[in-house]
Every structure is written in C-alpha cells, then in structure tokens.
C-alpha cells in the first residue's frame, strides 16, 4: 500500500491535467489495498473489491498510478488457491465490468495497444499463478510421497523386528517349558535326567539371551550387525527338538542359499518345530524335507500329531507367510492325514539381493 500511494503521490506531480490528490482520493487507494490482508481467506471477493476499486479510481479523474499492482496481487493469490479455471473466468468479468463502466462514462473503446494490455495482463497473472500453483502441489505430493515412504519403511521394519524377536523368543520359550516340565516330573524317580534337562534349559536360555542382545544392540546402533540365521545352524536347531523329546527325521539337502532364502528357510523351520512342541497332540515323529523344484526351494515341515485341526492365524503363522511372500514364494499350514504339515516354496532364483 505504501508503494501505492507514494508512487501515485509522486505521478500525480507530472499529471497536472488530472485531479490533484486529496484525502478523498488517499483514502480510496487505502480501501483498495486494505482487503488484501484477507484475500487468502475470502480470494474471490477480495479480487472483486480491489478490481472494482481500482476501475472506480481510474475512471474518477485521479492522477494515475500502479494502483493496478493491487488487483494483480489478488487476482495472483486467487489463481493459486481457486486455480486458473476460476481465476481466468473472474479475471475476464472484472475487464468486460471496467469496459462496460468505461463505456457508460462516456468514454469510447479504442482497439490499440492499451486494449490488448490488459488481455496480456490477465494472460500473464494467471498464467504466473498456475505455474506457481502447479509447483507447490508438485512439491507438496512429493513431500507425501516421501512421507508414504517413510511410513512403510518403517511398518516394514517393524514387522521384521518383531519377527526376529517372536521366532528367537517363542523357539527358546518352548523349549525351556517342555524341559522344565521333564524336570519337574522326573525329579524325584531319575534326578540324573532331571538335571539333563536343566542342563538344557540353560542352554536353551543362554542362546535366546545372546540372541536378544544382539537384537537389542542392532536397534540401538541401526547397524544391520544382528544374528544372521542360517541352515548351517540345523543340527543345533534340530537337537533342541529331540531334546524335547521328538523323532526327528530330515531327507534332502538344502544345498548353497541366497542369504535372503537361507534366513527365512531357518526361521520358517525354527517356527514350525516350536509349533509342533507347543501345539502338536502326542507327536512323536517330526518329517523335515527339503528339495529343488527347478529355481524353487521346498521345504515341508510335517508331524503325526492326533487331531489336527486348521489353526488360527497367530504371530507365528503369520510371520512365516510375511517371510516367504517378501521371497515372492508361498506358504500353507494345513492339517493332512496323520499330522500336520507346513509347506513353504521360496525363489532361490533372483534372490541375492
């Protein structure tokens, strides 16, 4: 506004055939910048004020000046916010209005270059807003986009730390209750298999210990140093079934893994064998296979548990399907005549990543 009304002060100086500037006419350049100060809040009829506003001003006589710089203001911040549709439609009523009002003062439309200004104004204004527009909405779905992003990287690796965290505690947990329970029955007829299974429990205990420490200490640092199953950690983890008091009978060979197929093999297999100590009824036998369907490991984990029935879906099962699906594979757990069995498919072709 200031710059309005010093630059119209000082024109007003060389334009001595127009009326001269009184409070009258100060006070009309005043009302006309005023509205801006709302014109994110009400952009429309801001535009329409300061438009009408500003034709009154250059239509009473008064010396002229930048008072357009005012409806250019609005009528920017109006294409930003309403968009070019809206703002071209207003823009091209507020000209035809000024036209008109000229015409009915007596004045006379004359095509020259004064005419043609005003269209490349209105062309410029809206043209300059919705570039602007365009930019912000662009920056504004890439900041979302990023935030998404963000957002699933994170959910992802929360799932994968609580998967880490249920498959090392749910294994080392059933291991220590069945070995408990073997203590507490055994205790006074065969203490020396009592202290066995205590001896097992330590054990037991002492390896979900250190895997939770190292668990712990990957959050803490964000460095990917955590334990890295792996198959070639099968004897230890098959043992710790028969120390449950399980059959164990394994036919084929995983053979050389990607990293990524080799980790979610284990735990899919840990997994199933904690499933069978805890859930299986009177098993005694647990069937773990392992083949090569052309790219394709197979891995069925199977036990002759009575009356298997189809499980709810729990933190175990649903961590090992999450396993084999980030894999691009499959996996069922189902009941079959005889037992249960776990079946899991997991791409070894592509998956060194």
Same mark, same amino acid.
Request: net charge positive.
């Given at each position: 506004?200031?710059?309005?009304?010093?630059?119209?002060?000082?024109?007003?100086?060389f334009q001595p055939a127009k009326h001269p500037l009184d409070p009258l006419a100060y006070a009309w350049l005043a009302g006309a910048a005023l509205p801006l100060l709302v014109t994110?809040?009400?952009p429309l009829p801001v535009f329409v004020v300061v438009a009408g506003l500003t034709w009154g001003y250059y239509l009473s006589g008064y010396p002229g000046g930048p008072v357009v710089v005012l409806p250019t203001i609005a009528l920017f911040i109006l294409t930003r916010l309403?968009?070019? !549709? *809206? =703002?071209?439609?207003?823009?091209?009523?507020?000209?035809? @209005? $000024?036209? #008109? %009002?000229?015409? /009915?003062?007596?004045?006379?439309?004359?095509?020259?270059a004064r005419a043609a200004l005003f269209v490349v104004w209105l062309t410029a204004v809206v043209g300059i807003g919705t570039a602007v527009r365009n930019r912000v909405e662009a920056v504004r779905a890439a900041r979302e986009r990023a935030a998404e992003r963000q957002d699933r990287l994170a959910?992802?690796?929360?799932?994968?730390?609580?998967?880490?965290?249920?498959? !090392? *505690? =749910?294994?080392?947990?059933?291991?220590?209750?069945?070995? @408990? $329970?073997? #203590? %507490?029955?055994? /205790?006074?007829?065969?203490?020396?298999?009592?202290?066995?299974?205590?001896?097992?429990?330590?054990?037991?205990?002492?390896?979900?210990?250190?895997?939770?420490?190292?668990?712990?200490?990957?959050?803490?640092?964000?460095q990917g140093l955590g334990p890295a199953p792996s198959l070639r950690q099968l004897d230890e983890l098959l043992e710790h079934t028969r120390t449950a008091g399980l059959e164990v009978r394994v036919q084929g060979s995983p053979g050389e893994l990607p990293a990524p197929v080799d980790g979610a093999a284990y735990r899919i297999l840990?997994?199933?064998?904690?499933?069978?100590?805890?859930?299986?009824?009177?098993?005694?036998?647990?069937?773990?296979?392992?083949?090569?369907?052309?790219?394709?490991?197979?891995?069925?984990?199977?036990?002759?548990?009575?009356?298997?029935?189809?499980?709810?879906?729990?933190?175990?099962?649903?961590?090992?399907?999450?396993?084999?699906?980030?894999?691009?594979?499959?996996?069922?757990?189902?009941?079959?005549?005889?037992?249960?069995?776990?079946?899991?498919?997991?791409?070894?072709?592509?998956?060194?990543?």
């Open positions: 506004m200031a710059f309005v009304l010093g630059v119209t002060t000082v024109a007003g100086h994110r809040r009400f309403r968009g070019p !549709v *809206v =703002a071209g439609f207003v823009g091209v009523g507020g000209l035809l @209005a $000024g036209f #008109a %009002a000229y015409l /009915a003062t007596g004045g006379h439309v004359v095509l020259d959910e992802l690796e929360r799932l994968r730390i609580a998967r880490e965290v249920h498959d !090392v *505690v =749910a294994h080392s947990l059933a291991m220590i209750n069945v070995q @408990a $329970g073997v #203590a %507490a029955h055994v /205790a006074d007829r065969r203490p020396e298999q009592a202290v066995e299974a205590l001896r097992a429990i330590k054990e037991a205990s002492a390896a979900a210990l250190a895997d939770l420490r190292a668990t712990v200490a990957v959050l803490r640092t964000g840990q997994e199933s064998l904690t499933n069978v100590v805890r859930h299986a009824n009177q098993a005694t036998i647990v069937k773990v296979y392992f083949g090569r369907n052309g790219g394709t490991l197979e891995l069925v984990v199977r036990d002759n548990g009575r009356g298997a029935s189809q499980p709810s879906p729990g933190h175990g099962l649903r961590g090992m399907g999450e396993r084999a699906a980030a894999l691009g594979g499959r996996l069922t757990a189902a009941p079959v005549e005889g037992g249960f069995e776990v079946r899991a498919e997991l791409p070894v072709k592509g998956a060194n990543g």
